[in-house]
């Protein structure tokens, strides 16, 4: 992997750049010390840093005016906020945090739940009223324990009738009752207002817990005319489970797997690391070719780098791979960041067929910010446990193209139907029988006859800045072993 070996010194550096106050922490401020920590941050790394004029270099004549800035925020979060080049529009995705130990086990797949997800829906006559059906049930999960399965459909919680409104109150307890109903598609498989809602009077109460999901929900190899389609359904780009994928691709290669499809329809995406690894093991035809870049704001810009394509996982483990000039890739609104970039990535190298709904559109990534000398983890500042999640970079692929604002379209369109989830990795389920029928080259897919109407909201509105694409601290440290080895 070809990094710029002066990245990290000149990340840090400019951490220690504050223009006419290089000299700010020698002398006695009267300006909360996290707010302090959020401005320089912000300055050294912020992607959009030249588009907020309070983020200059020369912004505070003196550091009297700097201190009387700082104080001016009644929060840390509200100093934040101020920061963000335009919130709604274009940065939709840094963020800050008052602690960082349950970040660290977000981005490690450790969480407090109740093991589901699930998309709504508006109940068909009704102007309020929504109805959720399960689309994700996790292994090992309170949910799978009270053998909940995809495709069930509820329509209130703790006797409540869920509406657009109320539902991300309804599920915020850490114990709740589910009442189920079943769902008549009047005949009409592709018409959903005059579908049938009804309760069948059954409940399920859910209680969280903590989990850690492996993010490699399924792998199945199927056969197709007599070739071997290997299929993997991935959750989310999580470092701590590298080897374990590497492991189910030595398995689809050792089966001769000929087709691949790649299941992302809700991956809201994870570390730009795995990523260049998944892709590889996709590949492996152009290893050393660069699979992605990154580019940093103007100050940082002479240290952009690459991620190439790998032949090894963290320098010891060979990668598996399949060799392949053709994979098909199935989407969601919910498929974003890393999952974004595994297409746009390949797109210059080999054929993606994307099959299912335009993703989010997710081109930045971000590093996690700490209150330390350096910004990282390390000597982090022990009188609070805040940190930041600011976007530091846009990613292209090869041929300089990033993920459009609107999300990837599809290259064949297909809304998944709560008439008809389907099982994953069944072959029957929509969104794979898509797949295997254009590999199939039959046509049999009737793609006219399918729902056209989106979910309203999904459970991944309830997870905090759930679409998250980021640079992993681990490099930014080899970088800086690096530095000192060469420099």
């Known amino acids: 992997m070809k990094f710029s070996k002066t990245l990290l010194c000149c990340l840090v550096l400019t951490a220690f750049t504050y223009s006419c106050f290089d000299d700010m922490d020698d002398n006695a401020i009267s300006a909360s010390e996290i707010n302090d920590f959020v401005w320089k941050g912000m300055n050294a790394v912020y992607l959009y840093k030249d588009n907020i004029p309070d983020l200059a270099n020369d912004r505070f004549p003196s550091t009297s005016e700097y201190a009387d800035y700082l104080n001016s925020f009644s929060a840390p979060e509200e100093l934040f906020e101020s920061l963000i080049y335009q919130r709604q529009t274009v940065d939709r995705f840094s963020w800050i945090v008052d602690d960082y130990i349950a970040l660290e086990q977000l981005f490690s797949g450790v969480s407090k739940r109740s093991g589901y997800e699930f998309d709504m829906y508006p109940i068909p006559g009704s102007a309020t009223n929504m109805f959720g059906i399960v689309r994700l049930v996790l292994p090992n999960s309170n949910a799978e324990d009270n053998n909940l399965t995809r495709g069930q459909v509820f329509t209130s919680i703790d006797g409540v009738a869920l509406t657009e409104a109320n539902y991300r109150t309804l599920v915020r307890p850490d114990s709740y009752t589910i009442a189920l109903a079943d769902y008549d598609d009047n005949g009409t498989?592709?018409?959903?207002?005059?579908?049938?809602?009804?309760?069948?009077?059954?409940?399920?109460?859910?209680?969280?817990?903590?989990?850690?999901?492996?993010?490699?929900?399924?792998?199945?190899?199927?056969?197709?005319?007599?070739?071997?389609?290997?299929?993997?359904?991935?959750?989310?780009?999580?470092?701590?489970?590298?080897?374990?994928?590497?492991?189910?691709?030595?398995?689809?290669?050792?089966?001769?797997?000929?087709?691949?499809?790649?299941?992302?329809?809700?991956?809201?995406?994870?570390?730009?690391?795995?990523?260049?690894?998944?892709?590889?093991?996709?590949?492996?035809?152009?290893?050393?070719?660069?699979?992605?870049?990154?580019?940093?704001?103007?100050?940082?810009?002479?240290?952009?780098?690459?991620?190439?394509?790998?032949?090894?996982?963290?320098?010891?483990?060979?990668?598996?791979?399949?060799?392949?000039?053709?994979?098909?890739?199935?989407?969601?609104?919910?498929?974003?960041?890393?999952?974004?970039?595994?297409?746009?990535?390949?797109?210059?190298?080999?054929?993606?067929?994307?099959?299912?709904?335009?993703?989010?559109?997710?081109?930045?990534?971000?590093?996690?910010?700490?209150?330390?000398?350096?910004?990282?983890?390390?000597?982090?500042?022990?009188?609070?446990?805040?940190?930041?999640?600011?976007?530091?970079?846009?990613?292209?692929?090869?041929?300089?193209?990033?993920?459009?604002?609107?999300?990837?379209?599809?290259?064949?369109?297909?809304?998944?139907?709560?008439?008809?989830?389907?099982?994953?990795?069944?072959?029957?389920?929509?969104?794979?029988?898509?797949?295997?029928?254009?590999?199939?080259?039959?046509?049999?897919?009737?793609?006219?006859?399918?729902?056209?109407?989106?979910?309203?909201?999904?459970?991944?509105?309830?997870?905090?800045h759930v679409n998250e694409m980021y640079i992993d601290e681990g490099i930014l440290i080899d970088l800086q072993k690096n530095n000192l080895q060469q420099d």
């Open 189 to 464: 498989l592709e018409n959903l207002n005059d579908d049938i809602i009804t309760s069948n009077g059954q409940n399920i109460t859910l209680t969280k817990t903590i989990l850690s999901e492996n993010p490699i929900f399924k792998t199945a190899i199927i056969d197709v005319d007599g070739e071997n389609l290997g299929y993997l359904m991935y959750n989310g780009f999580t470092p701590d489970y590298n080897s374990q994928l590497n492991t189910a691709f030595n398995n689809f290669k050792s089966s001769n797997v000929q087709h691949l499809v790649l299941d992302l329809r809700y991956n809201p995406g994870g570390s730009v690391l795995t990523a260049s690894y998944l892709g590889s093991m996709i590949t492996g035809q152009f290893n050393g070719e660069v699979f992605a870049k990154l580019v940093y704001n103007s100050e940082l810009q002479a240290n952009n780098y690459d991620f190439e394509f790998e032949s090894l996982i963290d320098n010891s483990e060979a990668i598996n791979s399949l060799n392949l000039d053709k994979i098909y890739v199935l989407t969601t609104e919910d498929s974003a960041s890393a999952s974004e970039m595994i297409i746009n990535s390949l797109n210059p190298y080999i054929e993606v067929v994307q099959i299912g709904d335009n993703t989010t559109g997710k081109s930045q990534a971000s590093i996690t910010v700490y209150d330390s000398p350096n910004l990282q983890r390390e000597g982090a500042n022990p009188n609070h446990t805040y940190a930041m999640q600011p976007l530091v970079a846009n990613t292209l692929n090869k041929l300089n193209n990033s993920v459009p604002s609107n999300g990837l379209t599809p290259t064949l369109n297909l809304i998944e139907n709560p008439a008809n989830y389907g099982a994953l990795g069944n072959v029957n389920e929509p969104m794979l029988a898509a797949a295997i029928a254009d590999i199939q080259g039959t046509g049999r897919f009737n793609f006219s006859a399918l729902n056209k109407v989106k979910p309203k909201a999904s459970s991944h509105d309830l997870i905090p």
